[in-house]
């Protein structure tokens, strides 16, 4: 399986963004890009996925390098609600569509 | 209704006990997950029913027994479970199986806090 890398925690302001970043060189060309977060007591929750093309919803912003060797996922204004576990997974039929949860990003958001 | 709920939302058993844990979801769903999160861990996936079937057992040891009566509901049945179970218990759901790709979302409940004593 294609493994994804996260850094361990990042830091940021409330009201300014967020730039969580994920590594995967070694992502194949039918993995799609999920993230996932998990809020404090709370089971995980859907952010947004994507394949090769970036994606924006309600909730963030989804930036995929060309190479698709990596990917950024944005959050354009940080609120205290965002402190979070954020998880970027790799999907891919080959492996049953598994959703195979990293050690992800702990983000602590500042007031 | 877009939301997945699990009971109970504690449990302490022993380790000669039987004990089930239930997830229902009304979202029309047709996947349901068990996992399985030890503390400041990554949730990790036990089992996946699709269609009413099971489609993926993670080598689960028999003392979980997973149950889908019907599309919206799924048990875990627990029998002489260990200390070391001791966990959080996650379900989720998707409007689609994983054998219809990896294009899907999954949705997931609270959870259930696990103690073996």
């Known amino acids: 399986d294609a493994k994804t890398t996260q850094p361990n925690s990042m830091e940021s302001n409330e009201e300014e963004p967020v730039h969580l970043p994920c590594n995967h060189s070694?992502?194949?060309?039918?993995?799609?890009i999920h993230w996932y977060r998990q809020l404090p007591s709370q089971g995980p929750e859907y952010v947004i996925h994507?394949?090769?093309s970036n994606v924006n919803n309600r909730m963030a912003s989804l930036a995929i390098a060309e190479d698709r060797k990596s990917s950024t996922l944005i959050l354009h204004r940080a609120t205290l609600r965002d402190a979070a576990v954020y998880y970027c997974?790799?999907?891919?039929?080959?492996?049953?569509?598994?959703?195979?949860f990293g050690e992800g990003t702990q983000l602590t958001v500042n007031p | 209704d877009t939301e997945v709920t699990q009971t109970p939302k504690h449990l302490v058993m022993g380790m000669t006990n039987k004990k089930s844990l239930k997830c229902e979801q009304h979202?029309?769903?047709?996947?349901m997950y068990w996992y399985k999160q030890k503390a400041k861990k990554p949730p990790e996936l036990m089992f996946v029913y699709s269609y009413e079937k099971l489609s993926i057992n993670e080598s689960v040891p028999s003392r979980f027994s997973p149950e889908c009566p019907n599309s919206s509901l799924l048990n875990l049945h627990l029998h002489a479970l260990q200390p070391e179970d001791s966990a959080l218990y996650l379900c989720?759901?998707?409007?689609?199986?994983?054998?219809?790709?990896?294009?899907?979302?999954?949705?997931f409940g609270p959870g259930t806090r696990l103690t073996v004593l």
């Open positions: 997974i790799l999907r891919d039929v080959s492996s049953g569509s598994r959703l195979t």
């Open positions: 979202m029309g769903h047709r996947a």
């Open positions: 994507g394949l090769t």
């Open positions: 070694t992502i194949s060309g039918t993995d799609y």
């Open positions: 989720a759901s998707s409007h689609q199986g994983p054998e219809d790709g990896p294009n899907n979302e999954q949705f």
